[in-house]
């Protein structure tokens, strides 16, 4: 079984909430809401799953999202509340710990892309490995990247610093949920962090320095959909016009 595991609670700094009277996972794009779009992605994965929700009490109470989140999974979910902000995606992904630490596979996905490509062939490419990241061809800071060596493997992760042309497409695989928690917990122990938030990226090194063989696979930048800013909500409705 894969656990997949999206973190839903942070706040993003694109999207005034003068203008969204809605959180951005309930924007719509030709009246299918975004989280709707995402789910429906990460369905395809083929392997039996669990979707594990990481939400906002406030975004509950607010905008009833464990009844959507529910609805979109057939009730098949596990949703667990914060009643206040963390330091960062990776601390948010620990409150999952209950659920996630053990030998089943950890998939951890943004909440704000779609990727188009064969997810069942992501996963196979990943399982041989004890993890992995997909990855696209940028250079800008916004994201997070990894360096590989001579045989394709990552040697290092950093965040919103360009170390080579290989960006993190906000797709993390883990052959076992186990390997995901002791490497964050050893982040936090580090203090590994940048302006005192802690990225899901920076457990990687840890598994890097504990041995751990990790792969990407390669995406077309065309085949990655992010949704972190309106206007690229308003390119991803263009693209479905003209499809």
């Not at 429906?40 to 959507?68: A, G, R």
């Not at 302006?195 to 899901?200: A, D, F, P, S």
């Amino acid at each position: 079984m894969i656990n997949i595991l999206i973190p839903l609670a942070g706040s993003n700094q694109f999207f005034n909430s003068s203008d969204y009277l809605y959180p951005k996972l309930l924007v719509e794009i030709n009246q299918k809401t975004i989280i709707d779009y995402v789910i429906n992605n990460l369905n395809s994965i083929k392997e039996e799953k669990q979707f594990i929700f990481i939400v906002s009490t406030e975004d509950i109470k607010k905008y009833h999202l464990h009844n959507i989140l529910n609805l979109l999974t057939n009730h098949k979910c596990k949703i667990i509340e914060l009643e206040n902000s963390t330091k960062g995606a990776l601390c948010s992904s620990l409150m999952a710990i209950d659920y996630i630490n053990n030998e089943d596979s950890l998939l951890i996905s943004n909440s704000d892309q779609l990727i188009n490509s064969n997810l069942n062939e992501v996963i196979d490419h990943f399982k041989t490995y004890d993890g992995g990241v997909i990855s696209f061809n940028s250079i800008h800071p916004r994201w997070s990247y990894v360096k590989l060596d001579n045989n394709g493997f990552i040697i290092q992760t950093a965040e919103k610093k360009p170390i080579s042309k290989n960006a993190i497409a906000g797709f993390y695989y883990f052959k076992n949920g186990r390997d995901f928690c002791s490497s964050a917990m050893n982040v936090i122990r580090k203090d590994s962090n940048l302006n005192g938030l802690y990225y899901i990226s920076s457990s990687l090194n840890e598994m890097v320095l504990d041995n751990k063989k990790l792969m990407v696979y390669e995406l077309d930048i065309n085949q990655y959909h992010t949704f972190y800013t309106p206007q690229k909500i308003k390119d991803y409705e263009r693209l479905l016009q003209c499809q």
